[in-house]
């Protein structure tokens, strides 16, 4: 089961401030009636983009969103609940920043889904031009201080969750973490994630063979990148502290392949998509990728001669039967002249 948005329409909202740490609870606004339809859907969209996960069986979110959509609690009186739950969370976690609080029901297709979206308020200068009687122009600034403004990086934390009678999906968008979800919004949702880190690893891996071998017969790679991606995708998850970020994929592609396009980055995205993974934000899974195989061979002669994957990949080497040919270049540590 996944959510897709067939023409999603929100039919309920609500918004409450939370972050303020001089309050024990969210600042409760009055209920609203639906507006800036398009804006906010197009918000919720972008959840879609985020981590696939699972509640937890005894989720409390989870129980609260289903007693709304079964007509056992109103949908406002949730709201400030889950707001009050919210505001609890990242002020006793030290991570309070001041912000809106917004919950959605969205009639989708026939189907009923929830969006819970976390803003931080944003200071933005408004600016318009005013012109007098005498005819002269002047410009007028306003500060304003409690704003969420469009793009997707202002919208912080989201949800977006789908219920069916035996089972729930949740997508989570968290752009606090770089490694996916905070453990505080992971705890406030119930949630866990629904592939641990050895298994989006090894469905990554999967991603970029497929990636490698329709790019090449689509033209946009050179054939000699067999002979190196697979040891510059183990160098480039192997680094320190790297972490796969699904918003810079062109930076992936270069570090495995060498080079980047739009061509490379759409079809890389579709193997992402296909292996389900396309929204995922993670750190790699190190023993899921191990260090390219290391060779040993002996000639007739007695020489022992190691190599590893990566010379095999340098197009150096070659094997036709029991004969080996290896191209080598190399500097004399001494000149041969010189010797008595």
Do not use: W
Not at 121 to 143: C, M, P, R, W
Not at 286 to 293: D, E, G, S
């Amino acid at each position: 089961m996944d959510i897709i948005l067939n023409h999603p329409v929100i039919t309920k909202m609500a918004m409450h401030v939370v972050g303020d740490s001089a309050n024990d609870e969210a600042r409760h606004l009055p209920a609203t009636e639906v507006v800036h339809q398009g804006f906010f859907i197009d918000r919720i969209t972008e959840t879609l983009k985020g981590c696939k996960c699972s509640f937890t069986e005894l989720s409390s979110f989870r129980m609260g969103l289903k007693q709304v959509r079964e007509g056992e609690l109103d949908f406002y009186e949730m709201s400030k609940l889950l707001a009050n739950s919210f505001h609890r969370a990242i002020t006793g976690n030290g991570a309070a920043v001041p912000g809106a609080f917004l919950l959605f029901e969205i009639e989708n297709s026939g189907e009923v889904i929830y969006s819970v979206i976390k803003y931080e308020h944003d200071d933005v200068v408004h600016y318009k031009q005013e012109i007098n009687d005498a005819g002269e122009s002047k410009l007028i600034f306003t500060l304003l201080a409690t704003t969420f403004v469009k793009k997707p990086q202002a919208m912080q934390k989201s949800a977006l969750i789908k219920f069916t009678d035996d089972e729930s999906i949740i997508h989570v968008v968290d752009r606090s973490e770089r490694k996916g979800i905070t453990k505080y919004f992971s705890l406030y949702l119930d949630v866990v994630r629904e592939y641990n880190e050895a298994e989006v690893t090894s469905r990554f891996v999967n991603s970029v063979l497929n990636f490698v071998d329709r790019a090449i017969k689509a033209g946009f790679l050179s054939r000699d990148v067999r002979k190196t991606y697979r040891s510059r995708m183990y160098d480039y998850t192997h680094r320190e502290n790297v972490v796969f970020d699904p918003e810079d994929i062109a930076t992936v592609i270069t570090a495995i392949v060498g080079e980047s396009n739009d061509n490379l980055v759409s079809i890389f995205e579709s193997e992402l998509k296909k292996n389900k993974i396309e929204g995922e934000r993670f750190e790699f899974d190190k023993a899921t990728i191990p260090r390219p195989a290391k060779l040993r061979t002996r000639t007739v002669d007695g020489i022992e001669i190691n190599f590893s994957q990566s010379h095999i990949e340098s197009g150096k080497y070659e094997k036709v039967g029991n004969i080996i040919k290896i191209d080598i270049t190399t500097g004399l540590e001494e000149d041969a002249n010189q010797l008595g």
